[in-house]
Structures are given as structure tokens and as C-alpha cells.
T-cell receptor, first 116, second 113 residues
């Protein structure tokens, strides 16, 4: 298996522009997570999906952030408009949860976003 | 409010010695704890976990200890190797939130020759 795939790996944009980050989870996994990593706050959970349905988006910082999962093999995280404080590394992760237990999450390589 | 805390941002240990990474949590509902390891330019990878019904879990050179009364866990690496140099994240979850993890800020471990 190729693992979790994220694109692009690096994104540099100007303040006010729309940014779209993409994720392909591991085939067969039923949970998908979006995280943001910063030095100050570590890894923050932004939103997660179960069977393509958003379950908890309480970590999404503002209305400028939105996420979708149109099918089991694809998800996007969109920031519109982007601001310099959104600069961070964004990770996507997926897992297969059995019996309601906490199962291992598999992370993608991340997208390093820089907003100028 | 940081519910999972890793108060040491960095740690340096000599090769062959023991590395001890610490993690504290504030939410008493957490009942499952994990450690992830992260190399530069890669995503975190799962290392070891422990359920709250145990106080120790061992996997090769890695052992995690849980002290529920102190709301503290630690990761021991014995012996430490240069390839262990990475950022280590502690994470926690609780029953009913299937797979939702709360992560700490990470500790950067440097194993020197």
C-alpha cells in the first residue's frame, strides 16, 4: 500500500489567496483526520470524518477553513482567504477503527504551507 | 488549554544510554495513550501504546509507563541509538471518541555518538 498521500508537499501563497490541500487515505480505512502542526501548539486536530461524514470539526480555527470528503478515497482542506498565521505543516491521517477502540492512525508526509 | 503536555522541548542523550521522555495529561477521562515518532519531512509514525488498565507496556527497546494517579506517562528507550533521533509526540484518547487523539507539543530527542 502506498500509505496516505498528500499534495502538494509544499505550498507558498500570498495572503488573501485560496489554498486547497488534498489527501488520499489508505484504501479501506474508515476514518480520516486533518491536523495542523505548529511549534507552539504541536499537533492540533482540525476535523475528522467517519465514512466520509464529518464527525467533529471543533478544531477548525475559523470559518475561513473548510473540509470535504466527497468519497472514501479523497478529502480536501480549503483555506479561503489565507493569512500569514495559517503557515504551518498540515497532516492528513487515516485509520480503520474496530469495535469502537482507538486504533493506530497512519499519517501522510504533510503539506508545508507558507502564506506571505 | 493544553490537555496533553510535554514540558521538555528537547533532550540530548548519549548512544547506549537510556532516554526518558515524559508526558503529563489533565483530562482524567483519557484511557488510552500513544507515542508517535516523527522524522523531518515525514509524517508521525506510531511507536507504542498503553491502555489505562495497564501500567507498563514493552516493545523491544521501547517501554511506556503509565501512572494514572499522577496523570503521567513516560517513554523509555534502552539502549538509545542514533536512529532514535526524532521528535516524539505523546497522544491520548478516551472511550467514546473512537480514534480522536489529543497530542502534546513534542520532544526533540538527539542521540549523540
Amino acid at each position: 500500500d502506498a500509505g496516505v498521500i498528500q499534495s502538494p508537499r509544499h505550498e507558498v501563497t500570498e495572503m488573501g489567496q485560496e489554498v486547497t490541500l488534498r489527501c488520499k487515505p489508505i484504501s479501506g480505512h474508515d476514518y480520516l483526520f486533518w491536523y495542523r502542526q505548529t511549534m507552539m501548539r504541536g499537533l492540533e486536530l482540525l476535523i475528522y470524518f467517519n465514512n466520509n461524514v464529518p464527525i467533529d470539526d471543533s478544531g477548525m480555527p475559523e470559518d475561513r477553513f473548510s473540509a470535504k470528503m466527497p468519497n472514501a478515497s479523497f478529502s480536501t482542506l480549503k483555506i479561503q482567504p489565507s493569512e500569514p498565521r495559517d503557515s504551518a505543516v498540515y497532516f492528513c491521517a487515516s485509520s480503520l477503527v474496530t469495535s469502537g477502540a482507538t486504533d493506530t492512525q497512519y499519517f501522510g508526509p504533510g503539506t508545508r504551507l507558507t502564506v506571505l | 488549554d493544553q490537555q496533553v503536555k510535554q514540558n521538555s522541548p528537547s533532550l540530548s542523550v548519549q548512544e547506549g544510554r537510556i532516554s526518558i521522555l515524559n508526558c503529563d495529561y489533565t483530562n482524567s477521562m483519557f484511557d488510552y495513550f500513544l507515542w508517535y515518532k516523527k522524522y523531518p519531512a515525514e509524517g508521525p509514525t506510531f511507536l507504542i501504546s498503553i491502555s489505562s488498565i495497564k501500567d507498563k507496556n514493552e516493545d523491544g527497546r521501547f517501554t511506556v509507563f503509565l501512572n494514572k494517579s499522577a496523570k503521567h506517562l513516560s517513554l523509555h528507550i534502552v539502549p538509545s541509538q542514533p536512529g532514535d533521533s526524532a521528535v516524539y509526540f505523546c497522544a491520548a484518547s478516551y472511550t467514546g471518541t473512537a480514534s480522536k487523539l489529543t497530542f502534546g507539543t513534542g520532544t526533540r530527542l538527539q542521540v549523540t555518538l
